[in-house]
């Protein structure tokens, strides 16, 4: 947390906003509006708990942008949901969708609970209401949302299936991210850690660093740092250090990840601080990301990267695999200290490129193979990354500014051939 000024992860994405449209020569009538989330929906879901006691949550949904396609963005589940982090995440979602350019907005939703701590029928409970009460704003030409931090394929296929009660027919495209059984996309469930990978060896390749011999150090054991380090160790990185909420554990000759992963998910609630390896010490989630390695993917939560800790920083590459892990004064200080860093908007796309195949085979009714999907998937990020790579050393940039003058333009210039209504 900044030392000087409280951390509000929207100030983050006006000031990256303003930036970009200032090095592309906009006045401030161009991209005005971009600054502002369209629509914000808070509402108090009240759940008849286990025990019999009635409880209310509060939750929200937030579309911030409509211009190029409808809103689209994941539904978080943690304590600390509140609705400036949820404008933050919905305008990332926004300029993401830009860089990739897929034909969609962005848009956000959580609910502030403690998914660990709530039993699956209060969870389905929890997902239905609050679906039911964000009904009439969402759906496959408004608003699709997807998983992210605390919500999984399980909560998805609830989503539509409440969704489709209420519409009385089957609706698989308002939501993606679900059940291979209800409409979900093969190679959904890998699809942001296997971006993660993907712009990893992009990025080692663009700096002429071999794999051979480049550690990595992954803060995160949710779907994208687990899906992350597990495809990172597999293409050939020496991964020394992960961690999850209980804490980090480390070995500077190689974690075994594939028996990590296996461990971690035997069980729920098995965390790291009881993970019993060869050679392994246990560090704190600070220290995690101040080791010295190749690349750090911070694949937690916002603010993880900031002016405290900057400084300290070890690594040479660090890859956003969570939104908004590092804040503005975290960047400066990076930046001059020659740490390259490849933003979450483009690093961690992987996921919604593939909810966007997913919804196109759900309007289609149409399916996939596994192989197909990785391998568009892959032409994609292969592009966005070079279109980023090639704009920020033409205007000699830092990456997340080449990703946010190629993002802004899209957005900016969808909106103002559309006209501002009436
Ligand atoms: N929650 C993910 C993200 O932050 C995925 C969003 C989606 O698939 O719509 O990118």
Same mark, same amino acid.
């Given at each position: 947390?900044?030392?000087?000024?409280?951390?509000?992860?929207?100030?983050?994405?006006?000031?990256?906003?303003?930036?970009?449209?200032?090095?592309?020569?906009?006045?401030?009538?161009?991209y005005?509006?971009?600054?502002?989330?369209?629509?914000?929906? #808070?509402?108090?879901?009240?759940?008849?708990?286990?025990?019999?006691?009635?409880?209310?949550?509060?939750g929200?949904?937030?579309?911030?942008s409509?211009?190029?396609?409808?809103?689209?963005?994941?539904?978080?589940?943690?304590?600390?949901?509140?609705?400036?982090?949820?404008?933050?995440?919905a305008?990332?979602?926004?300029?993401?969708?830009?860089?990739?350019?897929?034909?969609?907005?962005?848009?956000?939703?959580?609910?502030v609970?403690?998914?660990?701590?709530?039993?699956?029928?209060?969870?389905?409970?929890?997902?239905?209401?609050f679906?039911?009460?964000i009904?009439?704003?969402?759906?496959?030409?408004?608003?699709?949302?997807?998983p992210?931090?605390?919500?999984?394929?399980?909560?998805?296929?609830?989503?539509?299936?409440?969704?489709?009660?209420?519409?009385?027919?089957?609706?698989?495209?308002?939501?993606?991210g679900?059940p291979?059984?209800?409409g979900?996309?093969?190679?959904?469930?890998?699809?942001?850690?296997?971006?993660?990978m993907?712009t990893?060896?992009?990025?080692? #390749?663009?700096?002429?660093?071999?794999?051979?011999?480049?550690?990595?150090?992954?803060?995160?054991?949710?779907?994208?740092?687990?899906?992350?380090?597990?495809?990172?160790? #597999?293409?050939?990185?020496?991964?020394?250090?992960?961690?999850?909420?209980?804490?980090?554990?480390?070995?500077?000759?190689?974690l075994?990840?594939?028996?990590?992963?296996?461990?971690?998910?035997?069980?729920?609630?098995?965390l790291?601080?009881?993970?019993?390896?060869?050679?392994?010490?246990?560090?704190?989630?600070?220290?995690?990301?101040?080791l010295?390695?190749?690349?750090?993917?911070?694949?937690?939560?916002?603010?993880?990267?900031?002016?405290?800790?900057?400084?300290k920083?070890?690594?040479?590459?660090?890859?956003?695999?969570?939104?908004?892990?590092?804040?503005?004064?975290?960047?400066?200080?990076?930046?001059?200290?020659?740490?390259?860093?490849?933003?979450?908007?483009?690093?961690?796309?992987?996921?919604?490129?593939v909810?966007?195949?997913?919804?196109?085979?759900?309007?289609?009714?149409?399916?996939?193979?596994e192989?197909?999907?990785?391998?568009?998937? #892959?032409?994609?990020?292969?592009?966005?990354f070079?279109?980023?790579?090639?704009i920020?050393?033409?205007?000699?940039?830092?990456?997340?500014?080449?990703?946010?003058?190629?993002?802004?333009?899209?957005?900016?210039?969808?909106?103002?051939?559309?006209?501002i209504?009436?």
């Amino acid at each position: 947390m900044s030392t000087t000024k409280k951390y509000n992860p929207y100030d983050n994405v006006q000031a990256v906003v303003k930036n970009a449209a200032s090095i592309l020569g906009y006045s401030h009538d161009d991209y005005e509006a971009v600054l502002f989330p369209e629509r914000e929906l #808070k509402v108090s879901i009240p759940i008849r708990m286990d025990d019999g006691s009635v409880h209310v949550f509060e939750g929200y949904r937030v579309q911030h942008s409509t211009s190029r396609g409808p809103a689209k963005g994941g539904i978080r589940y943690h304590q600390n949901v509140n609705i400036d982090e949820v404008k933050a995440l919905a305008a990332w979602m926004t300029f993401k969708c830009a860089v990739v350019n897929i034909p969609y907005g962005g848009g956000k939703g959580g609910i502030v609970c403690d998914p660990s701590k709530l039993s699956d029928s209060e969870l389905r409970r929890l997902t239905r209401r609050f679906t039911a009460m964000i009904a009439p704003i969402i759906g496959p030409d408004q608003d699709i949302p997807a998983p992210d931090v605390g919500t999984n394929a399980n909560v998805m296929g609830w989503i539509m299936d409440t969704y489709s009660m209420l519409k009385g027919h089957c609706v698989p495209g308002v939501v993606t991210g679900k059940p291979l059984e209800l409409g979900g996309a093969l190679g959904r469930h890998e699809a942001t850690g296997r971006g993660v990978m993907l712009t990893t060896l992009n990025i080692l #390749k663009a700096l002429d660093i071999p794999v051979k011999g480049s550690t990595a150090v992954i803060q995160g054991m949710g779907n994208v740092g687990s899906i992350s380090a597990k495809l990172i160790h #597999k293409a050939g990185l020496k991964v020394i250090a992960v961690s999850d909420v209980s804490c980090g554990i480390y070995n500077p000759e190689g974690l075994n990840i594939p028996e990590i992963i296996e461990y971690l998910s035997a069980k729920k609630g098995n965390l790291l601080k009881d993970y019993k390896g060869d050679g392994v010490s246990y560090i704190s989630n600070e220290e995690l990301l101040e080791l010295k390695t190749t690349v750090l993917v911070p694949a937690a939560l916002e603010n993880q990267i900031n002016e405290k800790n900057a400084k300290k920083i070890q690594a040479k590459v660090i890859v956003e695999g969570a939104n908004g892990p590092t804040t503005v004064e975290a960047d400066e200080i990076l930046k001059k200290r020659g740490i390259i860093l490849v933003p979450d908007i483009l690093a961690n796309a992987g996921g919604v490129v593939v909810s966007y195949f997913e919804w196109v085979q759900n309007i289609q009714s149409v399916s996939w193979s596994e192989e197909y999907v990785n391998e568009r998937l #892959k032409t994609i990020m292969d592009q966005a990354f070079q279109a980023v790579w090639d704009i920020a050393r033409e205007k000699d940039t830092s990456l997340r500014t080449g990703a946010y003058l190629i993002a802004v333009k899209r957005v900016v210039d969808a909106k103002n051939l559309r006209g501002i209504w009436p």
